[in-house]
Structure formats: C-alpha cells, structure tokens
RNA sequence: GCCCGAGUGGUGGAAUUGGUUUACACGCACGACUUAAAAUCGUGUGCCGUAAGGCAUGUGGGUUCGACUCCCACCUCGGGCACCA
C-alpha cells in the first residue's frame, strides 16, 4: 500500500494540469454561465509569505466548487508591479528597479504555482508591462479630456522619507502608509482626479452591492457627507481693501445663528491678509508663523489646547446686523467646507473652550428641556430657540430649517451638502511608476501627449534616487525623470515649438483601479479591454481581499468604474457585486508576524513539512475567512492527520470485502454532507466545510469497521467532495487507485438523493414546563397525538407528566413538544405565526 | 466623541428561519501497540456535585412555552472617522 507521499505527487499534477491545459479559460461556453472569482492581485515584493497563501488558496476552493457545478470559471492572477518597495530596494542594492522586481515576479510565479490554484496564466496582466500602462495613460487622457483630471496648486501630504506626495488615504494618523515618517504639508502643483465629483454616486450606488457593512461604513465614513446651510457674513468696515466683501462659513446648525458670538478662519484662510487690521497685523503674522512650524499631526491632535488671535475685523449677522468679531485659530480646517466657522461657544463644545480662553462671549439660543449651566459646557442637543427674534420658541429642527430659508430669501445663505472626502492626488515625484503623459510647453501651457505616441515609455535611467526635497518644480521639474534629459524632450502638439514631458509619475492605485478589466481581454492593441469580452465577465461576480483596501483600491475602483462608464467606454457602473475581506494571519503567539519576534510561518517551508493539500486545507479549516487568527502548529498537525486517514481510507478498498446491506445508509449519509458541504463553500464558510469532510469521513469509518468496504462510485463521490479543498490529493487517488483516465477537476459536483433526506429519521425534542428532558427519534411529520402516545409509553419520559397539571401543549411539528401546566394566567400557547 | 462589527469550554471555533449549547479540530488525561520514544488507534473531557440534580453563550433587565439568536441599558475588545463646524 502506497503512504501519502504528498511532495510526490504535488509537482506531478501541477504539471499534468499545465500540460493538459486545465486552467484555461474560454470566454465563453456553450450552456454556461460566467463567473468571475478575482483576489487582488499581488505586489512582487520577492517572497510569498503565508498571507498569500491566505489569499489565493482558500478562494480557489470556491473556484474549483463553481466549476464542478458548471459555471465558466475565472480565476486571474497578475502582478501590481510598480511602486515605492521595488524603488527602495533598488536603491539599497544598487540595481535597476525593473530588474528586480522582473526577478521577483519569475520567483513569485514559481511559489503561486506550488498552491495548486485554477489560475489561467495565459490572462496574467503585469502593471509595468508598456501594454498595460500604455492603457492607463489612455485612460488617464480619456479622464483629462472631460475634466475628471487636472493640474493644481495645492496643499499637499509629504513624506520627507520617501520624498513623494502622497494621497490622503494614504496617510495614516498623520503619518505615510509606507514607511510611517510623520507626513508634512506643502503647497505644490499637482495632478488630480476629481473622485469629488463621484461622492454622491459614491454613496448612493453602494446600496445594492453585497459587501460587508464594516466597508460601506468605512467608505461613508470616508466620504463624509455632511448636509447643512452656508452662511454670507458681510465684511464690517470700509478700509478694508477686498472686492467681495463677504466670509462664508458652512453650518449645521444654522438654528444657532443668533448665538454666533465670533467667526473664526482657519490659518490658511485666504482673504486673512486683506482683513487683518493694522494694530492686530504684528500679532497675526506672529501667530502664523507659529502655526506653520507645527505638522499637520500636531496641529489636528485633539489632545493640545487651542490656539487663535484677533484680526480686529468684523461681521455682520445677516439676520439682525449685529457686529461679530473675526478670529484665526487653528482648530478650523483649511480644507473642510468654506474655511470659516460661524462660532456658536453656548452650543460647541470646540468653541466654548476657545470663548472661554479668550474670554469671548456666551449666549444660549437654544433651550434644552433639562437643567443646562451654559457657563459649564456647551449643549449640543435640540431645544427650543430664544433671543433668536422671529424665531424664538421654534423646535431647534423646525428653525434650521425656516432660517436656512431666510437667508435664501435675503441672498445670505443657502442649503448646502459638503463632502469630507478630497480629490485624489495622483501625481508622485519618483521613478518607478507609469510616466504622466502630459507636454509642458511654455507658451501654451500643459498639453495631452496625443493618443498615437502611447504608451510614454519609462526611461531607463541609471540615477533614479528621488530628488532631495519636494520643493515646487520649476520648468525642469525635480522628479527622477527630469534627469532624462533626452527623454524629457518633445515638441509641443500645439505650436510645435520645444517642449517637456511630464516627469512625475501615477500613484501606483491607478495601475490598480481598473486591473481586472484588463483580465477580461489581456492581450488588445486598439482598447483597454472589448466591451464584447468584458460583458462575459463583468462586474465581477465576487472579490475577495483585504480591508487595507476598504477606503483606498476599492473605492478608487469604484470611482473609475464610474467614470468609464459615463465615457461609454463600459456598461456597468460598479465593479465589484460581492466582496470579502480576508482575516489576518498572526504567528503562533498571536502577534503580528515579523522577523524580529521569530514568529514568521514560511509556507514554502509549511508546504515541505505537509504538502500544498494540507496547508490549504489547514487555512480553509482555521475559522471564518474574515477572522484569521494566529497560526496554530498543532492545528495544522491536526489537518495532516486528517489527510492521511482520508488517504488510507481510500487506499484501503483495495484490499476489503464490499459491504452491500447498508447501502441506504451510506446513501444517506453522502447525502447529507453533499448537500451541506456544498452549501458551505457556496456561502465561502470553508471552516465547516472541512469538519463536513471530516465528520463524513467519521461516519464512514463507524459504518464500514475494519471489513467492508463502499461501492466505487462512493469513493469517486468522496473524492470530488475533496477535490476542491485537496486538488492534488484527489486528483492521484482518482487517477491512480480509481484508475480515472482524466482529472477528477472535470467531473461534476456529485448530486445528493432528496428523497432520502426527506425520509431521514429526525430528533424531537421534549421539554416539560420548558425544561429539555430527552428526545425521541421518528420518521418527520408526525402528529401531534402520536408523539404525546410514544412519550406516554417512555417509562422515563412518562414520569414527569405524574403529579403535575400539565395539561397544555406546545408542539412545533418536526421540532419538539412541550408539556406546560394549565396555569391561570397562561398567556399565548401557539406559536407566533398561527 | 460619532459610526460599524464582535464577546460561546483550557484553545481555534460549531449551532439554516428563536427549538438538544459546545459539532469538527487542537490540547489534556487514561488505555492499546512498542524494549522505549515518535507515529497510529481506542476511551474520556463545559462547570459544581458520589449521585439525583443544578448552573452555564460578557453583565443586568425585557419579550416568549422556549433566547447564543429578538428588544433595552451597560461593560470589554477589534475596526473606521475625528477640533469635519
């Protein structure tokens, strides 16, 4: 008798499936439907580690299920190539950033085949290949021509160690998502997507997807709609030199309008200048010196006292004309809203704190029903309106309202809904990323590269180290290209005088945004992808990934679906149907796994010790897919065994009798786990799906003992059952000891006798006065009359009816019975829905 | 502070629509095989109790014949947003 011998056998069918072509997808079948199973794809960072494996194999059990139950399967993989890692490590070791990450991706490719997943290699899309971003600067044209990509001057985040911009979602807690510097601001012409434009849709088209409600919240949490009133306060005062002399602030609470005891602009507001009277002026610039020496995270920290001086101008109230002083602080972002607050210290906690350092004026407008001591805290609730005028004693909701409308009606305000999410910074001062395929031409400004010279190639250059600062670019810019002086040179497509290319490079989430549409059609020269291919595939049906990418790749993707579809260019306007987030894997210690703490699973070692079969079902079997959770190495031990037993139980009907008399049974039995098993990878709970292989295989040993054994066709049912959990396991019993001429991956799922599980005996349960006292077993659908009989003839069960009143019945067919005295209060004894 | 999600044995976790809580594994204990160990196999394993029985799904209440599941309040953990006006 032959051992698992799974290193063996692994190798043999990865390259039988190769060879016969096995995983390659058509696109479209004859009677088939389409089904796109997509994970995100993988950044070549040089070593699969065990998060991959996570990643790739536990879907593919999904995969391989769906194409045993007849749906056209596709299962893509490609490679995020370019990005700040790969520049990084070229740098540190002295070599060109393609070269490495060219290596790592043919190392890469080898460890994702040892998983023994569907991939259709064939489709395989790399980001930095020139017949890919050659698309991405079309696309990036396509949204320039109508608007959805400009140039700015702008605020932006820097960070100093990188030295590149980087996008809002890419700063966490005020420092850079890559390498965790703490980011600095700086003012910098950049490009922009105008995702602003979407956040609407952004929000609303949201609704229908299956995801996880963690990531929509996270996404409106991220867009941050906020619906309220913006406010014209008239500037106070003849001297002052500006043309429009007006402050608008954004409000949500324009109920309090008449408690507005002082307006405050955030530092960077830009009509400061113009304001500042010219005894405050030395204080002012004072001040903003100050606040322009604090990083961004120190000044939005919530812990630190705020900060403010006087400009010793003045507003009026729109509504009764009284004079409000106007301050600067820090605690009022430049980039929300207007950049202004009307500041109302009796209903704002924020301003109550400044009002009180400052010592500037309280007054309550609004009434709450409870005791209030306005001169504690602020109150922040509802209530009725005081010193509020014509207003006064309105509910607070019903004054917001009327006077939001009189604003209108005076041309000082207006309704109004505001966005916390900005427009996506796209541009990057480094290398290794798609080229801008923009032309600076001094007399006409910047011009689109014309569709016929796609793709911009990145140069090779020798020195591509980011430039030392990231102060403002001058004609030459100071991005790594601008260094490509022959590079750099082109004539302008307007006046054809001399002119520049762009230097800075794409954000590498735009290589991302649109990757699976590419899988569709990975190889057209005239599109991005055929709108023909991409109706056989798209949206893809369920994306599977992780939630680093809940506010970042997923909704850049759903911008950009979004914004091709308004082009025409595509026919749906959400990417993704359903979505998974994968849990995280932690070492054995329930750490974070990293080289220092010793705590880091090597697959390819795991894989060497158990077989790829092993680790994918000991990763299906860990928890829920969205858990994680740590690695447990007597866990997997615990999967191995499983295997082995499965093996030798399969090996084993070589040499047995065959065991005829329980062949209902056994049907039984497979039935019910074909049609469980089944329903638990369908629904992606591949947890229990293994503990239904195991407790299949349980029964079976139980049923058969040490003498018999099962018809074949039994076997071959069991081993499609695992074939999409163990794809090489199953594939060598059934070719080698069923002695199957082609692979177990093309039969069907096996079909599970209804009937029989109609007939199947069932368990009902009997309670008296609520307590569970045993259970019987019958056929299903028994009356009512013929159960109390079986438990009036129980000598146990009997006993508990003597002596007690327990005349009422509740009795759930199927279910259970529950004897209950006839108390005199009895309330309702029939279920709820008779 | 606001918004999501989650709390079940020593551990990972099961429990279709409210209906036997703790499936399947891990660990542990005992036993078999072995000169021995590993491996393998078998038995047991929520807590208290000799037992009958009682008590247990974060805490406290509620709805219900019956609650891990539904409702209310609170506690703890994880995540998102955050001087967002």
Not at 280 to 286: E, F, T, Y
Request: charged share 25%.
């Amino acid at each position: 008798m032959k051992k698992y011998n799974p290193q063996k056998i692994e190798k043999k069918w990865q390259r039988y499936w190769e060879a016969k072509k096995l995983h390659h997808t058509e696109d479209a079948i004859k009677d088939k439907d389409n089904f796109m199973l997509l994970t995100e794809f993988p950044y070549p960072s040089g070593d699969l580690h065990i998060g991959h494996w996570y990643a790739f194999a536990t879907p593919d059990i999904l995969g391989r299920y769906l194409t045993m139950n007849g749906y056209n399967v596709m299962y893509p993989i490609g490679f995020d190539a370019f990005g700040l890692p790969a520049e990084n490590a070229a740098i540190q070791r002295n070599i060109n950033p393609r070269d490495w990450t060219e290596e790592n991706i043919a190392y890469m490719t080898k460890q994702l085949k040892s998983i023994g997943a569907r991939f259709d290699w064939s489709r395989t899309v790399k980001t930095i290949d020139p017949n890919y971003y050659k698309w991405t600067q079309w696309i990036f044209l396509k949204f320039y021509e109508k608007g959805l990509a400009y140039r700015t001057k702008t605020k932006v985040n820097w960070c100093p160690k990188d030295k590149t911009v980087l996008a809002n979602e890419q700063v966490i807690s005020g420092c850079c998502d890559r390498c965790g510097t703490p980011v600095i601001q700086k003012e910098r012409e950049q490009w922009m997507f105008k995702i602003t434009e979407y956040a609407q849709r952004l929000l609303d088209e949201m609704n229908s997807l299956d995801w996880p409600e963690t990531i929509k919240t996270a996404q409106r949490n991220w867009i941050g709609k906020s619906q309220g009133t913006k406010i014209k306060f008239k500037v106070h005062g003849a001297s002052l030199n500006i043309k429009d002399p007006f402050i608008e602030v954004f409000t949500t609470r324009a109920d309090t309008l008449f408690g507005a005891t002082y307006i405050v602009l955030a530092p960077e507001h830009e009509l400061i200048a113009k304001l500042v009277t010219n005894d405050c002026i030395g204080q002012v610039n004072n001040y903003l010196e100050q606040v322009k020496k604090k990083t961004e995270f120190e000044r939005t920290n919530l812990e630190k006292e705020k900060t403010g001086v006087n400009t010793g101008a003045f507003v009026l109230n729109p509504l009764n004309g009284e004079k409000i002083p106007i301050w600067i602080a820090d605690y009022v972002i430049g980039s929300y809203g207007t950049g202004a607050v009307m500041a109302v210290p009796a209903h704002d906690q924020r301003d109550f704190e400044f009002a009180k350092k400052y010592s500037l004026p309280l007054r309550p407008v609004v009434i709450p029903n409870q005791n209030w001591n306005f001169e504690e805290k602020a109150y922040e609730g509802e209530g009725v309106l005081s010193e509020s005028d014509q207003f006064n004693g309105l509910k607070s909701e019903v004054a917001r309202e009327e006077i939001t409308e009189k604003l209108t009606e005076n041309k000082a305000g207006f309704k109004e809904t505001v966005y916390r999410l900005h427009d996506w910074v796209l541009s990057r001062q480094r290398y290794w990323g798609v080229p801008i395929p923009m032309i600076y031409c001094q007399s006409c400004g910047y011009q689109k590269v014309s569709e016929k010279e796609l793709p911009i190639k990145l140069p090779e250059l020798q020195d591509f180290k980011p430039a030392d600062d990231g102060s403002p670019r001058g004609k030459a810019g100071n991005s790594p290209l601008a260094r490509a002086s022959d590079w750099m040179k082109t004539k302008c497509p307007h006046c054809k005088k001399d002119a520049q290319k762009e230097t800075d490079t794409m954000d590498t989430f735009v290589d991302s945004s649109w990757y699976f549409l590419r899988y569709t059609d990975p190889k057209n020269k005239k599109i991005f992808a055929s709108k023909e291919k991409m109706t056989h595939w798209l949206p893809v049906h369920h994306y599977f990934g992780g939630a680093e990418h809940n506010t970042m790749h997923l909704l850049y993707s759903r911008f950009f679906t979004k914004a091709l579809f308004d082009l025409g260019y595509i026919d749906f306007n959400e990417p993704f149907l359903k979505r998974t987030n994968r849990g995280f894997i932690l070492g054995p210690d329930n750490q974070k796994m990293s080289k220092s703490k010793g705590n880091v699973i090597d697959p390819d070692e795991e894989v060497k010790k158990y077989g790829a079969d092993t680790v994918r079902m000991y990763l299906a079997f860990m928890g829920p897919y969205e858990n994680g959770g740590p690695w447990n190495p007597q866990g997997i031990k615990g999967v191995s065994r499983f295997l082995n037993r499965a093996w030798n139980f399969v090996q084993n009907s070589q040499n047995k009798k065959r065991a005829t008399k329980n062949d209902s049974t056994t049907e039984l039995i497979f039935s019910k786990f074909i049609k469980e098993i089944g329903h638990d990878i369908k629904n992606s709970r591949f947890n229990t799906g293994v503990s239904g292989l195991m407790k299949l295989t349980n029964e079976l040993e139980r049923l058969l003992g040490q003498k018999f054994k099962l018809s074949k066709n039994y076997y071959e049912i069991y081993l499609k059952l695992l074939a999409p959990f163990a794809p090489h396991f199953a594939e060598e019993l059934w070719q080698e000891i069923l002695e199957n001429k082609t692979s177990i991956h093309l039969e069907s799922w096996p079909r599970f006798n209804k009937n029989i599980l109609d007939k199947e005996m069932i368990n009902i349960i009997i309670q008296f006065n609520g307590k569970t006292r045993g259970v019987i077993k019958t056929h299903k659908d028994l009356k009512e009359e013929s159960i109390k009989a079986i438990v009036l003839n129980d000598l146990k069960l009997s006993g508990y009816l003597k002596n007690k009143s327990l005349n009422k019945t509740v009795f759930i067919q199927n279910k259970l019975i529950n004897f209950l005295p006839n108390a005199p209060e009895s309330r309702r004894l029939l279920p709820k829905d008779e």
